[in-house]
């Protein structure tokens, strides 16, 4: 059974930063893609960062040069570093992980979540 567990959320001032983890369990291998959604209230989720197999990243536009997704394959852990953090980032994060796909990158979001294993989410809240 895979399992993906976020943390990392909390409370912050516009302009702070917080890093997210994603641990993915009950999977053994590195053949997995990952993303990184959020969802604001009354708004449709978002995928916000997209790391493949080989650590190549692709960004939403309203994150890009301010988000930063890593990931460590020998933890299995995946991490979204988060900077300059504006009041519109206030949402829950979610990380999905796409099995047995190395990567998901050109995937639509749609396919994402379709296909993708989720987390519970961890709540970002940032402050004007």
């Known amino acids: 059974q895979v399992e993906l567990v976020e943390s990392g959320g909390g409370s912050v001032q516009s302009g702070g930063s917080l890093n997210l983890s994603c641990t993915v369990s009950?999977?053994?291998?590195?053949?997995?893609?990952m993303a990184w959604f959020r969802r604001a209230p009354g708004k449709e989720r978002e995928r916000v960062a997209t790391?493949?197999?080989?650590?190549?990243?692709t960004y939403a536009a309203s994150v890009e040069g301010r988000f930063a997704a890593s990931q460590d394959n020998g933890k299995n852990t995946l991490y979204l570093s988060m900077s300059s953090l504006e009041f519109e980032d206030t949402a829950m994060y979610y990380c999905?992980?796409?099995?047995?796909?190395?990567?998901?990158?050109?995937?639509?979001?749609?396919?994402?979540?379709?296909?993708?294993?989720w987390g519970q989410g961890t709540q970002v809240t940032v402050s004007s």
């Open positions: 009950g999977f053994m291998g590195s053949r997995y893609c």
């Open positions: 999905a992980a796409v099995i047995g796909v190395a990567d998901c990158r050109s995937w639509s979001d749609n396919y994402v979540i379709q296909f993708g294993r």
């Open positions: 790391i493949d197999a080989y650590g190549r990243t």
